[in-house]
């Protein structure tokens, strides 16, 4: 294939890809927040926003930056099976560490996630969602609303993953929206912590994990 040939196909694969994340998007319209929405999310004085922003301290940590090694760690992803980060090494990985289940915004993140595990695959990763739950509590979720991703107890000790990974929060017992995308050798590629009352969406997901296609594909010709 010429290199023509191969900027039009990386074109319309782009392109394809966009239009599927406007579908998904479209049917979960309500999941990406507006400019308003966000404000409304972290501004006290806005309204809705109040219900998270009174349940959630301002704590912020820091998150692991990139190009810093992902620390491994192994959890439960049913009642009686374990599941370890070095299991999928060879090939990137997407954490989507969120507050809790059944919560409104954390529900409707997982969702389009579900939504978009196809696109997720076709560059080559795997989804893994975890939070404080416990597996008995993420096997209900997970059943109800027919996500078909692991999703991982960080229970016991209590937001220890977290806490490595820098997206505890301590006054609340939860984790903090946070994403993150480790490339093939074990690396945070790329990291977003999102406000926690808003839905990252999965724009920022899909640009890591083309950019590090790209770069494979970018070595590969060398």
């Keep these: 294939m010429t290199g023509d040939q191969d900027a039009r196909a990386s074109s319309q694969l782009r392109s394809n890809r966009e239009g599927s994340l406007r579908d998904s998007q479209t049917r979960f319209h309500f999941l990406m927040p507006t400019s308003a ?15 998270y922003k009174e349940m959630y301290s301002k704590s912020r940590p820091k ?36 507050p809790a289940d ?10 389009l996630y579900n939504e978009m595990l196809k ?20 096997a209900a979720f997970a059943r109800d609303r027919k996500l078909h991703f692991p999703l991982l ?26 994403l993150f995308v480790i490339d093939a050798e074990g690396k945070v590629h790329w990291s977003f ?18 950019d590090l296609q790209n770069k494979q594909a970018t070595l590969a010709t060398k």
């Excluded at 810093?68 to 299991?87: G, M, Y």
């Excluded at 696109?119 to 993420?138: P, Q």
Aim: proline share 7%; with cysteine.
């Design 119 to 138: 696109e997720f695959h076709e560059l080559g990763a795997e989804l893994i969602g975890i939070s404080v739950d416990g597996a008995w509590c993420h």
């Design 153 to 178: 107890a960080d229970f016991e000790p209590k937001g220890d993953v977290a806490r490595r990974y820098g997206v505890y929060r301590d006054k609340d017992g939860v984790s903090e929206r946070a």
């Design 63 to 98: 998150a692991l930056p990139s190009g810093v090694e992902a620390p491994d760690f192994t959890l439960r992803s049913t009642p009686d099976q374990w599941l370890a980060l070095s299991e999928f090494r060879g090939q990137p990985v997407v954490l989507a560490f969120y």
């Design 193 to 210: 912590v999102s406000p926690i009352g808003v839905n990252p969406g999965a724009d920022g997901i899909l640009s890591a994990l083309e």
């Design 102 to 111: 059944w919560s409104p915004v954390c529900g409707d993140q997982m969702a």
């Design 37 to 51: 929405e966000a404000n409304t999310a972290t501004n006290p004085k806005s309204g809705q926003g109040n219900d």
